[in-house]
């Protein structure tokens, strides 16, 4: 009987385990958490609206964010302030902003436009606003948006312009609005489109400009408008026009500038504008003009002088500056909004800052900053 007994037993020790492995009590999963990733990267190009910013990804997909009051990010999204990226289309190979509108060059050479239209400014024959992409011209090398005005650069070097002419700024000899593209010249191998003033620069490197010049931007020694282009300048390899002032940048590197200067923003230690060219500084790889300058200097520094309401400068406070600043090393390229600005560095990074009041920083918040900070 005991040796019954203590066989079951053991028995028991067994067979219990036994059961237990079968039928497991059930267990929760881990719980894997992804790490976290910038919501862009891989970024080839930045550019800067007016309260708006566009970001072309290595891929070709451009993503935008910010302003979208007319439609001008491309795409419908319900809301003024959009303060994350959005997808807006793929296969980009450059993009030129106004003050409400947008137009995308693609890679296969059609150009697309999108956004407010009051003027004729998208060039589909109409004067009806969109929020969403409408192919417009093809055979297409290059393209620039004013605030109302329009231009791309053909193949065949031919310039063509759309929109607002009210100060003669599409250079046709009237000053007649129009809502589809016109021929204006030959022979053009750059756009700088500005506020109502326009710049092309030829293929022998000459600066030409028309439209409005009560600040003297067009540089011509006196502030009267033009409605058919000029010569202003020879030697030029860049130029940039926005809010009054034009940064003109010459083939030995050196910059220039002329028109508004009331915070500063020639960097020349004075608040006095001029209506013919002046020169700022040397060694200069690229700028772009806001309601201030930014510079990028050949040994990849970013340099900023000028308007600060908004905190652009970058300097922690709103207080303006007539004598440029530094804002960061490393730099690849840089882009200027009319109140902000956002540079792309060596490694890929982009910082920002100043004006956020729509988003256009992309951080998901309407923020302003007074510093530069990260944003991808």
């Known amino acids: 009987m005991k040796k019954i007994f203590i066989a079951a037993a053991l028995a028991l ?41 566009y970001f072309i990804l290595q891929d070709g997909s451009l993503w935008a964010a910010g ?17 994350k990226p959005l997808f807006i289309t793929d296969q980009v190979s450059k993009i030129s902003i106004g003050i409400s509108h947008t137009f995308i060059l693609k890679k ?28 417009v011209n093809s055979d297409v090398k290059d393209i620039g948006a004013g605030y109302w005005q329009s231009f791309v650069i053909k193949n065949d070097g031919t ?9 003669g700024q599409l250079g046709d000899g009237t000053t007649t609005d129009r809502n ?21 620069i030829k293929k022998d490197n000459s600066l030409w400009g028309t439209g409005f010049n ?38 030995d590197n050196s910059l220039w500038a002329t028109g508004k200067n009331n915070y500063g923003q020639f960097g020349n230690g ?18 772009a003009a806001g309601a201030f300058a930014l510079v990028l200097k050949q040994d990849n520094s970013a340099w900023i002088t000028g308007n600060n309401e908004m905190g652009q400068l970058g300097t922690g406070d709103i207080n303006p500056i007539s004598t440029p600043v530094k804002l960061m090393d490393q730099v690849k390229s840089i882009a200027a909004g009319t109140l902000f600005c956002m540079v792309l560095k060596n490694n890929g990074e982009v910082y920002g800052v100043g004006d956020n009041r729509s988003g256009q920083l992309g951080q998901g918040t309407t923020t302003n900053s007074h510093k530069a900070i990260k944003l991808f």
């Not at 267990?27 to 992804?34: A, E, F, H, S, T």
């Not at 979208?68 to 795409?75: E, I, P, V």
């Not at 956004?115 to 060039?123: D, I, M, Q, T, Y």
């Not at 001029?274 to 790889?285: A, E, T, Y």
């Open 108 to 135: 296969d050479g059609t150009v697309w436009s999108t956004g407010r239209n009051s003027w004729g400014e998208l060039g589909g024959g109409d004067l009806d606003r969109r929020a969403e992409l409408q192919k």
């Open 159 to 167: 310039l063509w312009g759309t929109g607002a002419n009210t100060f």
């Open 67 to 83: 302003d979208n009051g007319w439609g001008q990010l491309g795409k419908k999204t319900g809301v003024v302030e959009n303060p």
């Open 180 to 200: 589809g593209f016109v021929k204006l010249m030959d022979d053009v191998l750059q756009l700088g489109a500005g506020e109502n003033t326009t710049f092309v």
């Open 270 to 287: 004075t608040t006095t504008g001029s209506n013919v060219p002046v020169k700022i500084m040397d060694g200069v790889l690229d700028m």
């Open 13 to 53: 020790v067994f067979v219990v385990p036994a059961c237990k492995k079968k039928n497991p009590a059930p267990v929760d999963p881990p719980v894997v958490v992804p790490a976290e990733k910038p919501v862009l990267q891989n970024i080839a190009q930045i550019q800067a609206g007016g309260s708006s910013s």
């Open 214 to 251: 009560q600040y003297g931007e067009l540089g011509t020694g006196d502030n009267k408008n033009v409605s058919s282009f000029i010569k202003l300048m020879d030697g030029v390899k860049k130029v940039s026009s926005k809010e009054y002032l034009t940064l003109i940048l010459k083939a």
